[in-house]
C-alpha cells in the first residue's frame, strides 16, 4: 500500500492554485509509473480485464470509492478496458487529493 492511498482526498474550496512544475513531478513519483500526466492538468490511466464484466465491476468499485472520498473522475468503459481521468474541477488543474485518488485506485486491484 502507497502511502498516498492511505489518505483521504480533501476536498477542494477552490482559491489554490493547481500543481505545477516540479511539484507535480515530485507527485508522479509516489504513485505507479502507469499512469499519465497529461499537459500538468490531469492524470489518466487505462485498467485492461479479460472481459467486460471485469471491468464492469472494477468501474463499480471506482464509482463506490468516488462516493466515499467525495472526489469524482471522469471514467470511461468499454470491453476490457476502464479508463479513468483525474483531476480537481474546481481549480481546472491537479491537487495531492489527485494524486491520493490515483494511489486508491491502484489499491483496488492489488497493485502499488
Known amino acids: 500500500m502507497n502511502s498516498f492511498s492511505e489518505r ?39 485498467f485492461n480485464f479479460p472481459n467486460f464484466q471485469e471491468a464492469w465491476g472494477y468501474l463499480n468499485k471506482v464509482a463506490q470509492m468516488s462516493e ?10 468499454s470491453w476490457g ?16 487529493s489527485d494524486f491520493v485518488f490515483a494511489a486508491k485506485c491502484d489499491d483496488l486491484l492489488g497493485l502499488e
Open 8 to 46: 483521504d482526498c480533501v476536498p477542494c474550496k477552490g482559491g489554490v492554485p493547481p500543481l505545477k512544475g516540479k511539484d507535480l513531478l515530485s507527485f508522479m513519483k509516489e504513485i505507479s509509473e502507469d499512469w499519465n500526466l497529461v499537459k500538468e492538468h490531469h492524470l489518466e490511466r487505462e
Open 68 to 77: 466515499q472520498q467525495d472526489h469524482h473522475p471522469d471514467l470511461e468503459l
Open 81 to 96: 478496458r476502464v479508463k479513468v481521468k483525474i483531476w480537481t474541477h474546481k481549480i481546472d488543474g491537479l491537487t495531492e
